[in-house]
């Protein structure tokens, strides 16, 4: 597996969670209330609930069925149905690698290598319903003729894809930092245009 | 799979009130079906033309789709004088019919699901129970379940430990049997009759018995129908869809012992319909 571009960090405040799919896997990403961020098998090891629904209490977990709480490192810290108790080790969830780099958030099921640090800045991350090839040909169709909103060469514009199921890509933008505001506008006006292209394309 | 098995058991597919509007399109097992009226007088064919037997029971139209059904289960409390028998209405899911009936026999979520309604923290703790399957009936039963419950029906005013007894006495059918806030010495019969249109989609159907004068019949159907529907948004985010009858892939603790129960008891019956088997 590769590591995968899967959010944005500024759309991952401590105490958040969220849900996110990589190479066929479904996970749950969550930040702490110290900063520190994870991210699982989006299921609770109990009942094989969803802990996307889940939500941060301090630095733990808590799954929403029956509130047990999940530390950093995945393990069982509290089952609130015998508070007495100490959670055996062996209850654990499954962890994958998360790193985030340049406001990008990576996750990998095996120990990939995290990307190379890079200066660029996110613009967006999106939902696009088509194919990746889609995507890829409809970024070369409106950046063709360079007329605007298409990106210039100084805009270092990078994007980065991640195919959620066939039909179905996460597309991550970035930009080189400290564009103008009227700048970033025009820019995410391509990215509008580009989405509309692909998924036209998918469903033509 | 075992859809042999499930064929021979016994669903509500109608209740008494939905009928009055003309007949109900449905699924059963993977197979449409259309349930005619009047309730007193159902029918239940298929596309082929086939009618299948009708029982008008518990305020539902149940039919089989077997040639040597089992026969249905009694509930003898539902009959009680002074008893009010209120079907609560259908609610689709889309889970596997055993994890409904494994969701309504777990009192542990109550304080994370039902906050403030029929559990809420700190109050957490499930106390020791007991659980058997019982030889003489084959069904599955857990007593003296307590919990602390802070409205525990539509005729509880303030927080009580209510009182409670499970029952399983078909495999996508259970009952409970909790204490009575106007009546201590009865108890509140309230059961999920789990009409399975495939493995992974379930029709619902609530049903209580209560001894309860001040609610209106609407209310009291309105107070279960959202509590279900709090348990709906639980039962379609469990993965696997289907129930895991390999004990290795879920973890119960002690609290958890119905379930536990009520798998082996699917096992050894090879209820094995909504269910995913050992290493499958
Ligand atoms: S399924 Fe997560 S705590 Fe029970
Ligand atoms: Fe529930």
Redesign the pocket.
């Known amino acids: 597996m590769t590591t995968r571009p899967v959010g944005l960090t500024r759309d991952l405040p401590a105490g958040r969670v969220m849900h996110a799919q990589a190479d066929g896997k479904d996970m749950v990403v969550w930040r702490a209330t110290d900063g520190t961020i994870a991210a699982w098998d989006n299921r ?1 090891p ?4 969803a802990l996307s629904h889940g939500f941060v209490r301090g630095n733990r977990l808590a ?1 929403l ?4 709480h999940y530390d950093r490192s995945g393990r069982c810290g509290l089952i609130p149905a015998h508070p007495d108790l100490e959670p055996p080790a062996t209850i654990h969830a499954t962890q994958y690698g998360v790193v985030e780099t340049g406001g990008v958030i990576w996750v990998s099921a095996d120990e990939a290598p995290a990307p190379d640090d890079s200066d660029l800045a996110p613009l967006r991350s999106f939902i696009v319903e088509a194919s990746e090839d889609a995507l890829r040909d409809a970024q070369e169709a409106t950046s063709a003729d360079g007329a605007p909103p298409a990106p210039e060469a100084s805009d270092r514009v990078s994007v980065l894809c991640n195919p959620i199921e066939p039909g179905r890509t996460q597309v991550t933008v970035l930009t080189a930092p400290g564009l103008p505001l009227p700048r970033l506008r025009t820019l995410s006006r391509w990215c509008e245009a580009m989405r509309r292209q692909a998924e036209a394309k998918e469903t033509a | 799979m075992s859809l042999e098995y499930a064929k021979n058991d016994w669903y509500a597919v109608a209740d008494i009130f939905c009928l009055r509007d003309g007949p109900r399109r449905t699924r059963l097992l993977e197979t449409d079906i259309t349930v005619t009226g009047p309730a007193e007088d159902a029918t239940v064919t298929d596309d082929q033309g086939n009618r299948y037997p009708v029982q008008l029971k518990f305020d539902h139209v149940w039919t089989t789709l077997g040639d040597s059904p089992r026969p249905l289960f009694d509930i003898p409390e539902g009959d009680e004088e002074g008893r009010r028998r209120v079907p609560c209405g259908v609610v689709r899911v889309n889970c596997s019919p055993l994890r409904a009936v494994e969701n309504f026999l777990d009192i542990a979520h109550f304080p994370f699901v039902h906050t403030d309604i029929l559990g809420s923290e700190p109050h957490t703790e499930v106390s020791p129970y007991k659980v058997a399957i019982r030889e003489e009936s084959d069904e599955v039963w857990a007593t003296q379940v307590k919990f602390f419950q802070p409205q525990a029906a539509k005729s509880a005013g303030d927080g009580i430990v209510t009182d409670y007894d499970y029952r399983v006495p078909a495999p996508t059918v259970a009952v409970l049997y909790k204490t009575c806030p106007p009546k201590p010495e009865a108890q509140d019969v309230i059961a999920i009759f789990v009409q399975p249109v495939s493995e992974t989609v379930s029709d619902v159907w609530p049903w209580m018995a209560l001894y309860d004068d001040a609610s209106t019949f609407s209310e009291m159907a309105q107070f279960q129908h959202e509590i279900f529907v709090q348990d709906r948004s639980i039962l379609e985010n469990q993965r696997p869809v289907k129930l895991p009858l390999d004990p290795k892939m879920e973890i119960p603790t002690r609290a958890d012992m119905t379930s536990v129960a009520y798998r082996r008891w699917l096992k050894k019956r090879g209820a094995f319909y909504g269910a995913l088997r050992d290493g499958a």
Do not use: A, D, L, V
């Open positions: 609770c109990h009942r094989g609930m799954c069925y029956h509130g047990w």
